[in-house]
C-alpha cells in the first residue's frame, strides 16, 4: 500500500513538472513576442529600471546576466500583468 501511494505521488510529481514546464515555455514564448515589438528606447528605459533595482557592481560577476532577469521580470509584469500565472478553469484573473 505505502509503495502504491508513492507511486502516485510520483506520477504527481511528473504531471505537475509537465505542466509547470509548458507554462515556462508559454511565458517565454509571449516575452519573446513582446520583446519583437518594443521599440529600443523602451526596452532601453527598462534595463535602465532594472539596474537602478539591483545593487550590483557594473561589469561585475553576472550583472548582465542579472539585470536581463529583471528587465525581464519587469516587461513580463508591466505588459502581461499576473496573466503569465497559471490559470484554472472558472478562476478570475487577478487585475494587472
Known sequence: MEKQAEQEAAREIER??????????????????????????????????????LPLQDHGFGSRFMVKLKRDELILHEHLGFSIWPQTPGTAQRPA
Open 16 to 53: 505537475d513538472a509537465r505542466e509547470l514546464e509548458k507554462y515556462r515555455r508559454q511565458t517565454q514564448e509571449q516575452l519573446a513576442q513582446v520583446l519583437d515589438t518594443l521599440p529600443s528606447d523602451a526596452l532601453e528605459a527598462f534595463e535602465n529600471q532594472a539596474k537602478a533595482q
